[in-house]
Nanobody, 125 residues
Framework: QVQLVESGGGLVQAGGSLRLSCAASGRTFSYAMAWFRQAPGKEREFVGGSSWIGGPTLYADSVKGRFTISRDSAKNTLYLQMSSLKPEDTAVYSC???????????????????WGQGTQVTVSS
């Protein structure tokens, strides 16, 4: 059974940092993996993604320069290092994985087949 399990969320003050992890099991994900987030009352939005292991990354403008995505192929894990956090970063963060190749990093939810349950990130002002 394929599972994506996020961890690392929590409460942090504005300006602080957090690192989220997304551990995959049941299969090895070599293709695109990404982070999305959903704030209360808003639609789920793309945060950033990696096209394949060692491949290019893409970030939403709102997090560019503050968030960094990395992958550990040996651990089958995706990370999201978040720095200079702002209250508007508060959301449930979910990781997603794609089972097939895509040349560009997919940025819409329908392009990912596998999803984790999410982890809450709350940034206080």
């Amino acid at each position: 059974q394929v599972q994506l399990v996020e961890s690392g969320g929590g409460l942090v003050q504005a300006g602080g940092s957090l690192r989220l992890s997304c551990a995959a099991s049941g299969r090895t994900f070599s293709y695109a993996m990404a982070w999305f987030r959903q704030a209360p009352g808003k639609e789920r939005e793309f945060v950033g993604g990696s096209s394949w292991i060692g491949g290019p990354t893409l970030y939403a403008d709102s997090v560019k320069g503050r968030f960094t995505i990395s992958r550990d192929s040996a651990k089958n894990t995706l990370y999201l290092q978040m720095s200079s956090l702002k209250p508007e970063d508060t959301a449930v963060y979910s990781c997603a994985a794609r089972g097939t190749f895509a040349l560009m990093v997919p940025t819409t939810t329908r392009e990912y087949e596998y999803w984790g349950q999410g982890t809450q990130v709350t940034v206080s002002s």
